[in-house]
């Protein structure tokens, strides 16, 4: 089976069974997105979700958490990882967001990388989410789910990942097709043991028919 025949039956899969996929941060607009995005990366959502409430209360904007001192941003997240970089990145993201953009997110991946803490993943998931344009973010459970089922094979990289997923996966499919990995990988495709007798892609699957033949 070729991985365009892998796509087109996942997503007809999908479609039926996560008709609707969406992030699993809560947020109320562009920039609390972002923030939450910086904050989950190697940390839970639901631990985000846990402590940004109490953190947009405090800075509800860019420019709110732009005025903020480390030390007052590190209080609110440093139950997550790696707290001290990431209150770095939140205070460096929010003055740069306030002077080259007047506070605003921008819509550009190259202007979102330009943002303190917001490496490619970051940028995509945005430009996906908010934004809702062609952009597939790859994290370990896209990267791992994709050359599980044969979407990719043998990816060195999160780049090589994207990249092979963008030629497959149709354009306007692409932002919920992102959803679908991430959450298929969170909950049935785990890493250390996939949850084969519960997922309707084994049909599909180079990695379980593989298995089975062993």
């Known amino acids: 089976m070729t991985a365009k025949e892998r796509v087109r039956q996942m997503i007809e899969w999908f479609e039926n069974a996560m008709p609707i996929a969406e992030t699993e941060l809560h947020y109320d607009n562009p920039f609390q997105l972002l923030v939450a995005v910086i904050l989950s990366a190697q940390c839970t959502d639901k631990r985000i979700n846990m402590i940004t409430p109490p953190l947009f209360e405090a800075f509800p904007d860019a420019r709110a958490l732009a005025a903020a001192s480390h030390e007052e941003i590190f209080e609110f997240i440093k139950s997550v990882s790696y707290p001290n970089n990431k209150a770095r990145n939140l205070s460096g993201m929010a003055r740069k967001l306030v002077e080259d953009f007047d506070g605003v997110v921008p819509s550009d991946i190259d202007s979102l990388m330009s943002l303190p803490g917001v490496g490619r993943k970051t940028a995509n998931v945005i430009l996906a989410v908010v934004f809702n344009k062609a952009a597939m973010a790859v994290d370990t459970h896209v990267f791992r789910v994709s050359e599980r089922i044969g979407l990719t094979t043998n990816s060195r990289n999160p780049l090589q ?43 599909i699957c180079r990695h379980y028919q593989r298995e089975s033949k062993d």
């Open 161 to 203: 990942t994207e990249q092979a997923l963008m030629k497959l996966i149709p354009a306007e499919i692409i932002p919920k097709a992102h959803h679908w990995l991430i959450l298929h990988g969170r909950y049935v495709c785990k890493a250390r043991k996939p949850d084969c007798l519960n997922c309707g892609l084994t049909g």
